[in-house]
């Protein structure tokens, strides 16, 4: 069984910073891909950023620039630092992490989710 815990959401003013950790625990033997996705209230979950075993990276779009993913293999944990928040930046953010377990080989697991709000 593999778990997530995440954290470091909250309540920002807009140009504000946050930063999103996310901790992968468990049968793990290895992990690939890490990322995050997002939520926003009446739309549909999409790609946030994601970093590769290699820490190759993709952003999105709308987060280039302002957002950077990255991993401590050591840790088995991804961080998403957010700079120059915006008020569209505000969903529910999830972590998602492909590991590899002893039981079940690949899978992919998602963390539960973290609130950011982005608010004057």
């Known amino acids: 069984q593999v778990q997530l815990v995440e954290s470091g959401g909250g309540l920002v003013q807009p140009g504000g910073s946050l930063r999103l950790s996310c901790a992968a625990s468990?049968?793990?033997?290895?992990?690939?891909?890490m990322g995050w996705y997002r939520q926003a209230p009446g739309k549909e979950r999409e790609l946030v950023a994601i970093i590769s075993s290699g820490e190759r990276t993709t952003y999105a779009d709308s987060v280039k620039g302002r957002f950077t993913i990255s991993r401590d293999n050591a840790k088995k944990t991804v961080y998403l630092q957010m700079n120059s928040l915006k008020p569209e930046d505000t969903a529910v953010y999830y972590c998602?992490?492909?590991?590899?377990?002893?039981?079940?080989?690949?899978?992919?697991?998602w963390g539960q989710g973290t609130l950011v709000t982005v608010s004057s």
């Open positions: 998602k992490v492909w590991v590899v377990s002893p039981t079940y080989g690949a899978l992919e697991v």
């Open positions: 468990g049968s793990i033997v290895s992990i690939t891909a």
